[in-house]
T-cell receptor, first 112, second 114 residues
Framework: GESVGLHLPTLSVQEGDNSIINCAYS??????FIWYKQESGKGPQFIID?????DKRQGQRVTVLLNKTVKHLSLQIAATQPGDSAVYFC???????????FGAGTQVVVTP | NAGVMQNPRHLVRRRGQEARLRCSPM?????VYWYRQLPEEGLKFMVY????????ESGMPKERFSAEFPKEGPSILRIQQVVRGDSAAYFC????????????FGPGTRLTVT
């Protein structure tokens, strides 16, 4: 069936470096994607989104890239900080009414 | 503007008891979604509701689980005769149903069945 998956379950990053989190999706009809951040014991927090008619979208210290040809999504975090340590999920909108499918998540660990 | 609120934050139930989880959406949001998350796993969709209507319950087990979103008051996810396998974090999200339909999540209810 259709699925959303992440390449790396754990990403260790040194403070100050840039982080790149990848996500593969298989539903070519998906037209909207969201990245969420989930800290331990908390609910997912909306970070940034992108529609399928865009290749790139930038926010504050974060950039999302979408490659529809290979059905790949990535989240880049600039100058990673200790507060960025969390699990990051990509979600694709897989239904007309707004049903989202979530990947398993990538744990980002920021080391000093 | 308060975000999505869920209560209780932690709930302990013995096997066979009932669990009731509540979700109040963000102000102005009339669409509610429930997800379940097991440790080290992603979020699994359970049910999507609008006021007084269940739109999609394809992710919800056919037995013991039910959900409602009444005209007044919070959305309720109800689990009857809980079993150990029901232990998980249950998250509620809400949206306006307009535009892209981005969903905003509550802090979750952590259910432990002993």
């Amino acid at each position: 069936g259709e699925s959303v998956g992440l390449h790396l379950p754990t990403l260790s990053v040194q403070e100050g470096d840039n982080s790149i989190i990848n996500c593969a999706y298989s539903n070519s009809a998906s037209d909207y994607f969201i990245w969420y951040k989930q800290e331990s014991g908390k609910g997912p927090q909306f970070i940034i989104d992108i529609r399928s008619n865009m290749d790139k979208r930038q926010g504050q210290r974060v950039t999302v890239l979408l490659n529809k040809t290979v059905k790949h999504l990535s989240l880049q975090i600039a100058a990673t900080q200790p507060g960025d340590s969390a699990v990051y999920f990509c979600a694709e909108k897989s239904d007309s009414w707004g049903k989202f499918q979530f990947g398993a998540g990538t744990q980002v660990v920021v080391t000093p | 503007n308060a975000g999505v609120m869920q209560n209780p934050r932690h709930l302990v139930r013995r096997r066979g008891q009932e669990a009731r989880l509540r979700c109040s959406p963000m102000k102005g949001h009339s669409h509610v979604y429930w997800y379940r998350q097991l440790p080290e796993e992603g979020l699994k969709f359970m049910v999507y509701l609008q006021k007084e209507n269940i739109i999609d319950e394809s992710g919800m087990p056919k037995e013991r689980f039910s959900a409602e979103f009444p005209k007044e008051g919070p959305s309720i996810l109800r689990i009857q005769q809980v079993v150990r396998g029901d232990s998980a974090a249950y998250f509620c999200a809400s949206s306006t149903g307009q535009g892209n339909g981005e969903q905003y999540f509550g802090p979750g209810t952590r259910l432990t069945v002993t």
